[in-house]
């Protein structure tokens, strides 16, 4: 059923980083990627695994988890690796026909794939074990300050949680008007590409029309509730900085200080 | 003064090419009177296009009149000043359930009203949680409205609206898209709000059976009220209802036929129960 999707890839479960305030997930995660690219050398390295592996342990979600997220950039990793892999200059190691592969290439490539897989499935962890709804909740409160530079943040806030509210209704609808088409002997599946993208007019237009007409009802629904923007607004489910936070916060500084002595002194 | 009084309403749709001028004028709402009474259950039936819905949004403060006047709970809705103050008193239900939930969760989407109105949060929570009580929605507070049935996710809207503490509900057909079995629901709900919370409640629809327990029916055609009166007033006026194209419940037309076919059935029959001891009376007097 189409209605059962779940948006992003929450997993339910109940562990310390699920309960984390979004806050510091999502910069915790933002700081990880940061770190991946300024510490260097194994023990730098060595640091950021450490540090994603005890992340994974806390948050009780199933490796396997991680690594689905994985898939979608097996094609990007190759590429990237092959690419370091042959056209890196250095002593050469293998000789194939005209490309050598070199030792420095070797290494890069070795790096290289390791710090994307860090960093996807450092973002996964967060996407795993964080709502859809508390990561809009907590972008609109981290990006507050922007309010200042006349930022529209409480309104793109609402945005993205009324768009993830109606990807679902509007992923029924489209199977519903292409079931209506087809019923029709529309064909969406054959033809060259131009041709299949024409197909679609009969299927983007009356999705169109009925997306529009919804935003009205919404509009109107939510007027009639007395919603006004943001100001004057409480929040039923307001974020709060507990013990934990500031035990997080502190891991996390503990982690970035490590990590960068580690690459200095000993690397 | 009653709840909501409605005077010479007059509302016009202006149709405009793309220059802006003006091609035609269509009078949804001609020169409608109302009172309701705090507490009050009101039916307004009429077929589709008859301005009932226009109407409806009046008295939310979503269209104003373009002349006649509006007044809820005392305050006219074209006063800016008072227009938050007229969308909490009177609360708005609409007719499709998918695009008035705004939460990705039950319990937030009955809890943005009152964070709309800036009430602080630990009382948005004892509002949701009586909200959700009140229709009966309350085990489904942590689902995603996605997952519920047509008749539940009304209900849910209703609970959004009954936790803003109104004073009367205008419900848009809320039951035109649903199910009998979410109808049921629905109404039942309706219903409750009614009789124990003594919510004044204005239910506009064309179904004939959701009116028959409301205090007051007002029928409307071609933006006019044609008919008011209480259910078993109007439904008494069987020919005429049929001339708006509307139905009558199957009781009632039953009991006209036998009416005038010539038994002795009394006029605006409006339950099975009324029916059968009408019908009992008939015999009885026939065989004695």
Same mark, same amino acid.
């Given at each position: ?105 070797? %290494? ?64 029924? %609808? ?51 509730? +007395? ?26 500084? +503990?982690?970035?200080? +490590? ?9 | ?121 630990? %009382? ?35 609970? =959004? ?65 044609? #008919? ?50 009408? #019908? ?7 065989? =004695?």
């Amino acid at each position: 059923m189409l209605r059962d999707i779940t948006l992003g890839q929450y997993y339910q479960a109940d562990s310390v980083i699920h309960r984390l305030d979004p806050r510091v997930k999502l910069g915790t995660t933002v700081l990880f990627i940061i770190s991946l690219f300024v510490f260097q050398g194994v023990w730098g390295y060595l640091a950021a695994g450490l540090f994603l592996v005890l992340v994974i342990r806390l948050s009780t979600v199933p490796f396997k988890f991680m690594v689905k997220g994985m898939r979608s950039i097996v094609f990007l990793l190759s590429i990237t690796v092959i690419f370091n892999l042959f056209l890196t200059p250095g002593e050469p190691v293998v000789q194939l026909w005209k490309l050598t592969i070199t030792r420095e290439g070797i %290494e890069l490539a070795v790096l290289l794939a390791i710090r994307l897989s860090f960093l996807i499935i450092g973002s996964s962890v967060m996407t795993l074990t964080t709502t859809p709804n508390q990561l809009t909740d907590g972008l609109e409160k981290m990006l507050r300050p922007l309010n200042k530079i006349k930022v529209p943040v409480h309104e793109i806030a609402m945005m993205m949680s009324i768009a993830l509210r109606f990807i679902p209704i509007l992923m029924e %609808e489209t199977d519903k008007i292409m079931k209506a088409q087809l019923a029709r002997c529309a064909d969406f599946d054959s033809g060259n590409l131009i041709k299949k993208a024409k197909s679609l007019v009969p299927l983007l237009v009356p999705l169109f029309i009925s997306a529009f007409r919804r935003a009205n009802d919404l509009a109107m629904a939510m007027e009639a509730r +007395c919603y006004r923007g943001g100001d004057h607004r409480t929040k039923m489910k307001p974020l709060h900085y507990e013990k934990r936070d500031y035990i997080a916060y502190v891991v996390v500084v +503990c982690y970035l200080v +490590c990590g960068i002595a580690a690459g200095r002194l000993i690397g | 003064m009653g709840i909501i009084k409605v005077r010479d309403l007059i509302y016009e749709y202006i149709r405009r090419d793309e220059e802006g001028n003006v091609e035609g004028i269509t009078t949804a709402v001609d020169d409608v009177s109302l009172d309701i009474r705090q507490g009050d259950f009101v039916a307004i039936l009429g077929h589709n296009g008859s301005g009932k819905s226009t109407l409806a949004k009046h008295l939310n403060a979503i269209l104003y009149p373009t002349e006649g006047t509006v007044w809820v709970d005392g305050k006219d809705t074209r006063d800016d000043a008072a227009v938050w103050d007229i969308r909490q008193t009177a609360g708005m239900v609409f007719q499709n359930p998918d695009n008035q939930i705004i939460g990705q969760v039950v319990e937030e989407d009955v809890g943005f009203g009152p964070e709309n109105m800036g009430v602080p949060t630990r %009382e948005i929570w004892e509002r949701v949680e009586e909200s959700l009580k009140a229709v009966g929605m309350y085990q489904f507070r942590k689902f995603s409205p996605n997952k519920l049935s047509g008749g539940q996710k009304q209900r849910v809207s209703i609970a =959004g609206v009954i936790a803003m503490h109104p004073k009367c509900i205008v419900l848009d057909e809320p039951t035109a898209m649903l199910d009998p079995k979410g109808r049921g629901e629905v109404i039942r709900a309706v219903r409750a709000l009614n009789d124990v919370e003594r919510i004044t409640i204005i239910l506009i629809t064309h179904y004939m059976e959701e009116v028959i327990y409301a205090d007051k029916v007002y029928v409307m055609d071609k933006g006019k009220v044609t #008919l008011e009166g209480t259910p078993r007033e109007v439904f008494s006026e069987v020919e005429r209802l049929k001339e708006l194209r509307l139905d009558v419940p199957q009781v009632t037309l039953l009991a006209h036929e036998l009416r005038r076919e010539g038994f002795p059935m009394p006029k605006g029959v409006l339950t099975n129960q009324e029916f059968v001891e009408a #019908l009992d009376r008939c015999i009885s007097e026939a065989g =004695g």
